[in-house]
């Protein structure tokens, strides 16, 4: 498996998620499943039923993505995020640059659930306003990703956050206050520093944004449309169902857009406002602003956007089956845990691990499913509870994922940020020190009775 993805990876680079990944995990199983059958005798229908249980345990977690695939055209379409793009940015100073940027980063990534998404179209604004003033390029793209994956990862919008919580088998939300205690103190962190950086920084240069105006002119901006991610932070804090949250932030997007913006639907649909509706919820629209910039901010994938994902899911489950049932899993289990003593050995086991396959398997999702999965039985066996795992996996997987120069994410946000991986990674300071704090948070945790 490592080596077909690699192959993958160094031939379609970016593109590897669309398709060849998923046909290497499935190459990967039926030589498992051979093996499996010749060697271990293990029956195709003990095969079949650990393939279709982990599948359908998947379940929840792929309707979330698409509810988030139609989020994230909703919410752009009816103005709510350039809303937030459009008052946020005007807040930004030369000597609060790196902090306030990567404050604003971690809001619109909470908001949209993607660290993708967030540098790739306010990313992008910040890493020219960060030039006008004279930063460096690794520290504006440091702060920037900093953010991105600081909101990412507690955002339940988020689809890494919905896999991580998904597979190990833990409530989303249960999930996600429980990494507020090493991601919160690790963001003030990495804070503290970019405050203190930007302070000491020599900088000059105007800073304007020149698309603002722009941003206007396409959508009708009012702090009336931040009321929707405020009610959806409430349902949040009132613990309802993700899904229920998820369809009725969607859902209040729509109204919104319908009101707020008729122009833009009726730029999208070619006979109805419904037709509109429908295509920003489903697929992908790309709004023409006249500015180039512009329109690579608005543009957005819907739920179809989400497939790829949802794809690499059910391709990767199926490949975790046959592993599982086979017995190999066990055996590279049986490996590692001969160093696992207690329960700072246990956690810096997993995230080491994470760490280990983001770089081996350049995908963080591949990375997330494999780490959990190995882990799972253990963490319930030694008496753990599952946020524990999932927390930890997050903590070790989902952030470094940027700093691997060929993982997807580090290929991604480098190309757009126009800056190498090298370059940003030593300015990354939160993603660089999750790892380490969840191994220091694990060391307070109550010992584990024999």
Known sequence: MIALIAICVSVFGTDALEGATQVSLLVASAICVFVGYLMRRVEWEALEHEMTEKIANCTPSIIILLLIGAIGGTWMVSG???????????????????????????????????????????????????????????????????????GDKLSPLSDTTVLASSVSGTPLFTHIRYMMKTTIPTFCISLAIFTVAGLMMDVSGSGEVTFLGQLQDTFMISPWLLLVPVLTGVMIACRWPAMVV?????????????????????????????????????????????????DQLVQTHGMAGMMPTVWLIICAQVFGGVVTATGVLRDVMEIVLRFVRGTVSLVASTALTGIFCNIALADQFL????????????????????????RTCEDGTTVTSVLVPWNTCGLVQSTVLGVATLAYLPYCFFNLLSPVTSIIVAATLPKRKP
Request: hydrophobic residues 50%; charged residues 10%; glycine residues 10%.
């Open 367 to 390: 990375s997330i499913i494999l780490t959990c999965s190995m882990y799972q039985n253990v963490y319930r066996e030694r008496g753990y509870e599952s946020r524990l795992l999932s």
């Open 246 to 294: 998820l369809f009725l932030a969607a859902l209040m997007a729509v109204v919104v857009a319908v009101v707020w913006q008729p122009a833009l639907i009726a730029q999208i649909a070619e006979e109805s406002w419904y037709e509109g509706v429908m295509k920003v919820i489903y697929g992908p629209t790309r709004l023409q602003t006249g500015a180039p910039a512009l």
């Open 80 to 150: 709510i995020v350039p809303t937030m793009i459009y008052y946020g940015v005007q807040v930004l100073r030369p000597e609060w640059f790196l902090v306030s940027s990567s404050l604003f980063c971690a809001l619109v990534s909470l908001m949209v659930g993607s660290s993708w998404t967030t540098v790739a179209t306010i990313g992008v604004a910040l890493m020219g306003i960060g030039r006008a003033h004279g930063f460096d390029d690794g520290w504006v793209a440091g702060s920037i990703i900093t953010g991105a994956y600081f």
